[in-house]
């Protein structure tokens, strides 16, 4: 039967309700398809948890799965996750109260997806219990802490936050990525105590500092001192060792020719022989004219005048 013999009678009249009767027959057949289509896609970071009235049968990776019309399939998240928690509140070990905000990267451990699916979450959110666990984390481990430490002792701080953290949460089924940590907020009176206090420890390191340079250059000064010191005596021990050698030398020499002079009378004979022969040819034969006692007289003798 041609098109035109089905929608159209014998008078050409356009039958309308077999249009209709075909129409609304395609639209069911076209949902059948969908409904019983075998083939389903399970996104990338997610895993594909196909259920049986309730109970899962199977987990599936990413990409193309085949789903019979009596299965479920949900999609099950496995990437990262934030939890953030704003304000969590602890106090320290000198109960002084602190708050701070924390923002906790998870995902889900892929072994566990049926555990976590079954008792947690069908789409793989844990947010409500990371958040819990990190209120109960940072309470307990700031209580650990009096506050300066709380600051001065921030990676540790954290990490055992973080060590803690991913020991709670596996209970979950979730692994901790990282977590961060903004500043520690104390209350006003504490936080002007705080800067109060850093201002004195600057003041008191900069009088430190001060005063290990003004040590410093004193003992330059010393040392320099020492240096010039030693330089002059050894310059004057080595004057006087000179002048030692000198003086020893000229002892020395005196000494062997007095020993030569004794030892030869004659030379000393020569000698005064040859002074008074200097004193003659200089004479111009002229006596003194004053003769005070015990004054010698040129060329008179004793000798010379008992002999007149």
Do not use: C
């Not at 000494?255 to 020569?270: F, G, T, Y």
């Amino acid at each position: 039967m041609s098109l035109k013999d089905r929608y159209a009678d014998e008078h050409g009249r356009t039958r309308v309700g077999s249009i209709g009767r075909d129409i609304a027959l395609a639209w069911v057949v076209f949902a059948a398809l969908v409904w019983l289509w075998p083939l389903r896609t399970v996104p990338t970071g997610h895993r594909g948890v196909i259920t049986v009235g309730g109970a899962i049968r199977s987990i599936e990776a990413e990409g193309f799965t085949l789903l019979w019309p009596w299965q479920t399939l949900s999609i099950f998240n496995i990437r990262a996750e934030e939890a953030t928690v704003e304000n969590a509140e602890g106090s320290t070990s000198d109960t002084q109260p602190v708050k701070v905000s924390l923002t906790v990267r998870y995902s889900i451990q892929t072994d566990r997806v049926a555990e976590v699916f079954e008792k947690y979450s069908h789409d793989g959110n844990l947010m409500s219990y990371v958040q819990t666990a990190t209120q109960e984390i940072f309470k307990a481990v700031t209580a650990r802490y009096n506050a300066p430490d709380l600051i001065a002792k921030r990676a540790q701080v954290s990490g055992d936050i973080i060590t803690a953290l991913r020991a709670k949460l596996a209970v979950y089924g979730a692994q901790v990525i990282n977590v961060d940590m903004r500043n520690f907020a104390f209350s006003a009176d504490y936080m002007s105590a705080i800067n109060q206090k850093v201002t004195q420890d600057q003041l008191r390191l900069a009088a430190e500092n001060k005063l290990r340079t003004v040590e410093a250059e004193q003992k330059q000064k010393v040392a320099i001192a020492e240096a010039e010191a030693t330089a002059l005596k050894a310059k004057a021990d080595g004057e006087a060792y000179a002048n030692l050698k000198v003086a020893t030398a000229q002892a020395e020499a005196l000494k062997i020719q007095n020993a030569a002079l004794a030892q030869n009378r004659d030379v000393l004979e020569l000698r005064r022989i040859e002074v008074e022969h200097v004193k003659a040819e200089r004479w111009n034969g002229a006596l003194p004219t004053s003769i005070y006692a015990g004054a010698p007289i040129p060329f008179f003798t004793p000798q010379s005048v008992a002999t007149k």
